[in-house]
């Protein structure tokens, strides 16, 4: 086991890693490399979002959008929120990666997201 202390936002959190004899889990990473194939297919819609900024504002985590921050035009500075997310009852900010203005956003209060997936664009 390993033990690591994390801090987020301020709060400290101890943490214990138990390490498992898992020689099946790399083999089921490649396994998991096709299924990441399909996914790759939804990328194309947003490469035409892209279109609308060079930037791309994405999730860090799953979750739910709570709150959509900012709004289409607004300019922006590096760490200003764009969107909230919700995940486990927390409220999770996802701000913009460096300064810009909003040229779309890619989602709505309620929508379900996955990690990466595309939220905003900013030029």
């Known amino acids: 086991m390993k033990n690591y202390t994390i801090t987020v936002n301020g709060n400290v959190y101890d943490v214990v890693v138990e390490e498992g004899a898992s020689t099946g889990a790399p083999a089921a990473a490649p396994k998991a490399a096709p299924k990441a194939a399909p996914k790759a297919a939804p990328a194309a819609a947003p490469k035409a979002a892209a279109a609308a900024g060079s930037i791309r504002v994405e999730a860090g985590a799953a979750g739910k959008v709570f709150k959509i921050e900012s709004s289409v ?51």
Do not use: C
């Not at 999770?92 to 990690?115: K, L, M, N, R, Y």
């Open 73 to 123: 035009g607004q300019a922006l500075k590096a760490g200003d929120p764009v969107v909230i997310l919700e995940a486990m009852k927390m409220e999770i900010p996802v701000v913009a990666p460096q300064d810009g203005t909003v040229a779309s956003i890619d989602v709505a209060v309620g929508d379900p997201v996955e990690a990466g997936a595309l939220l905003a664009t900013l030029n």
